[in-house]
C-alpha cells in the first residue's frame, strides 16, 4: 500500500496548457519534496516544502503544500516540451522518505 | 564530475547469482540509501546507513544485504538473485537538511 497517493498517472498535454499534479496521503510529514525524473536518470530535486500552507513557486512551477501537512500540488503554467518527465513527491517522516508511484507527464509540442 | 555514482549502469544475471551494486559519492554527505524502482510503485527504501557504523533495514530488505565500507561507499548485495528482483536500482545520499535526496544514475539489473 502506498503511503502517498499521486495522481494522475499519466498526463499528456499539448505545449503551452497548463497541469496540476496531486499527493495524498493520511499521515502528517514533516516536509514534503518533490523530484522530476527522466529516462535513464534518477530523480532530481525539484523543491521542498515544510510549513503547512506553504507555496513556492520555481520559474512557471507552483508547489502548495497542505495546511495539515498531508498533502501537495504541483501546478505548471504554460507546459513546454521541456517538462516531459516523471513527476515523485516523497514525504519525509523521521528521517526517511516515502515515494508516491509517479505522475508522467508529456507535453506535445 | 558526477557527484554520486553507481557501477555496474546494466547487469544480466541468472537466479541464484551473487551480485554486488556500488555506490560511491563525493559529496560528503554522512547518509546513504539504497531504493529500487518498479513501475507503477515509484521507489522503494532497502537500506538506508547514516554513518559508517550505522546500518538500517528499509521495507524492502528481504534477500537485500549491504555494506557501509567508508563514509563515501555503500554497496547493496543479492546474495541469491530472484527474477522478482528485477528492477531499476538507484543510491542516493543526503545531507541533514531537510534529508533532500541526491540520486546516482541508477542499476539496471535484470535476472533471468
Not at chain 2, 62 to 68: A, I, P
Amino acid at each position: 500500500t502506498q503511503l502517498l497517493e499521486q495522481s494522475p498517472q499519466f498526463l499528456s498535454i499539448q505545449e503551452g496548457e497548463n497541469l496540476t499534479v496531486y499527493c495524498n496521503s493520511s499521515s502528517v510529514f514533516s516536509s514534503l519534496q518533490w523530484y522530476r525524473q527522466e529516462p535513464g536518470e534518477g530523480p532530481v530535486l525539484l523543491v521542498t516544502v515544510v510549513t503547512g500552507g506553504e507555496v513556492k513557486k520555481l520559474k512557471r512551477l507552483t508547489f502548495q503544500f497542505g495546511d495539515a501537512r498531508k498533502d501537495s500540488s504541483l501546478h505548471i503554467t504554460a507546459a513546454q516540451p521541456g517538462d516531459t518527465g516523471l513527476y515523485l513527491c516523497a514525504g519525509v517522516r523521521d528521517y526517511k522518505l516515502s515515494f508516491g508511484a509517479g505522475t508522467t507527464v508529456t507535453v506535445r509540442a | 564530475d558526477a557527484d554520486v555514482t553507481q557501477t555496474p549502469r546494466n547487469r544480466i544475471t541468472k537466479t541464484g547469482k551473487r551480485i554486488m551494486l556500488e555506490c560511491s559519492q563525493t559529496k560528503g554527505h554522512d547518509r546513504m540509501y539504497w531504493y529500487r524502482q518498479d513501475p507503477g510503485l515509484g521507489l522503494r527504501l532497502i537500506y538506508y546507513s547514516f554513518d559508517v557504523k550505522d546500518i538500517n533495514k528499509g521495507e524492502i530488505s528481504d534477500g537485500y544485504s549491504v555494506s557501509r565500507q567508508a563514509q563515501a561507499k555503500f554497496s547493496l548485495s543479492l546474495e541469491s538473485a530472484i527474477p522478482n528482483q528485477t528492477a531499476l536500482y538507484f543510491c542516493a545520499t543526503s545531507g541533514q537538511s531537510y534529508n533532500e535526496q541526491f540520486f546516482g544514475p541508477g542499476t539496471r539489473l535484470t535476472v533471468l
